[in-house]
């Protein structure tokens, strides 16, 4: 898979990388701020992205963010104490689930394509019905939100992700350092995913 070029974000795209912090479902009140990405649309169903989201081993074939995903760990479904087993009904498959653990691998700059950032990560939220899916970083105050919602045009949708922090020493160093590469990234992880969902023979 070919490395894509920086990109150079417009005033606009400056502007919108940064807003206040939106609620999630593991912070609802919000937090200090939030990275957005720019909406999208993709031709796929809703469950369609939602199976490219969770389909994290194949990350390698088309994520050029998170170009390797190890350690994945999935809840077992018939454990009486894992709270995901009364949610069952919302999960889009037998293996991912709430309480699923994994380790990204974040490719945080273009032009260094062999720099990447270890991030072991949570789900917190699978809910078909309503196209929202969550984790949480384990190790950083912050949350990731993709939203899947069905668009006017029949087979469509629109994405969009977001991820709101709470304010600490380690997020400060990222609202400084990182926050326009994360949005970038999360732009490409946009055009990425509407890429895979696209070109697969469902």
Known sequence: MSVAKEEVPSKRQRSGAITPGL????????????????????????????????????????????????????????????????????????????????????????????????????????????????WRARHVECERVHV??????YGTCRYESFETFQKTPMTVAIRALLSLALQMRFDEWSRDLKAAVEAQNW
């Open 148 to 153: 899947i919602t069905e668009a006017d045009e």
């Open 23 to 134: 609620p999630t479902p593991l912070f609802p009140d919000g937090g200090w701020f939030t990275i957005k990405s720019t909406p999208i649309t993709i031709t796929g169903s809703k469950e369609q992205i939602i199976q490219t989201l969770l389909r994290f081993e194949a990350y390698h074939t088309w994520n050029n963010f998170i170009p390797r995903t190890t350690d994945i760990v999935d809840p077992d479904p018939h454990d009486p104490t894992d709270p995901a087993a009364s949610t069952s009904q919302t999960q889009p498959s037998k293996d991912r689930r709430v309480g699923t653990t994994m380790t990204f691998y974040a490719r945080m700059f273009a032009s260094l394509p062999f720099l990447k950032v270890k991030s072991s990560e949570e789900i917190t939220t699978i809910n078909k019905e309503k196209g929202i899916i969550a």
